[in-house]
């Protein structure tokens, strides 16, 4: 590990002049290296620094991807339901006119009965919705038996 001859040493261990010049050259180079290292690690902070900018980034560069697929979502809902909204306006405008036009050709006498019917049905709601459950049950027996024959 140590390349030093030990004070006190033989001759035979004593290093050459041209090893001791390599020696010198290569020290500073690993001494360098060495305060680097030490730096490094007694310099959390920078690291901690540097982690926190690419955690930002990344961050930024995510949030950024989301905007542009949630701006194409949004414009792909609006180009599809322009069209829906176009239709459902012309229908609520043909029934509109389907239901005037009905109101127009109806008789008055029919039209009073069909008031008091629904005022009617308005105070009893209750027997109302109880006849017409049992209404769908009958038919809905009815239907089962007739399938299991």
Known sequence: ????????APASEMLAPAELCENVERTPDELGRTVE?????AQPSEKTAVMKQQTAEKA?????Q???????????VRDTTDPVLETTAQVWDGATRAGQYAADKTPDPL????????TVARRNRTPLL????VI???VLVRRSR???R
């Open 66 to 76: 989301f905007r542009e697929k949630a701006g194409r979502a949004a414009k792909l």
């Open 37 to 41: 290292a030490l730096a490094a690690k």
């Open 60 to 64: 930024s560069l995510i949030a950024d």
């Open 130 to 133: 109880v006849a017409g459950a």
């Open 136 to 138: 769908i049950t009958l």
């Open 146 to 148: 007739g399938r299991r």
């Open 1 to 8: 590990m140590n390349d030093r001859p030990r004070p006190g």
């Open 111 to 118: 039209l009073e009965t069909a008031g008091r019917a629904a």
